[in-house]
């Protein structure tokens, strides 16, 4: 399985991105894919997450109502549009994915063995 981020930038606080994960090597039907983000100086954290045969979706409470994660199984890719940026948003934004990944544990890295490269986002104030 091979996972390509990509889609970051710098924008200015309040502005949107969308940010893209390209999967390849599988059949994801039974795939839950993530989006993790990892500040300098702080651990990686969950953003959200999405089932792929049900869409189900999950979100850390900070990103809830500002950000939306979808997938298109034509392409096998997988996004998150950003809204309503803010600094606190500023990090190095990382697709992952793992297959059967249980709803209560989707929050956890550990869980996904499937990586992406990371693409950096910053906000400016």
């Known amino acids: 399985v091979q996972l390509q981020a990509f889609g970051g930038g710098l924008v200015q606080a309040g502005g949107s991105l969308r940010l893209s994960c390209a999967a390849s090597?599988?059949?994801?039907?039974?795939?839950?894919i993530g989006w993790f983000r990892q500040a300098p100086g702080k651990e990686r954290e969950f953003v959200s997450a999405?089932?792929?045969?049900?869409?189900?979706?999950s979100y850390r409470d900070s990103v809830k109502a500002r950000f939306t994660i979808s997938r298109d199984s034509a392409k096998n890719t997988v996004y998150l549009q950003m809204n309503s940026l803010k600094p606190e948003d500023t990090a190095v934004y990382y697709c992952?994915?793992?297959?059967?990944?249980?709803?209560?544990?989707?929050?956890?890295?550990?869980?996904?063995?499937?990586w992406g490269q990371g693409t950096q986002v910053t906000v400016s104030s």
């Open positions: 992952a994915a793992g297959r059967g990944i249980i709803t209560s544990s989707q929050a956890m890295s550990t869980q996904y063995p499937y």
């Open positions: 999405i089932k792929w045969n049900s869409r189900h979706t």
């Open positions: 090597g599988d059949t994801f039907r039974d795939y839950v």
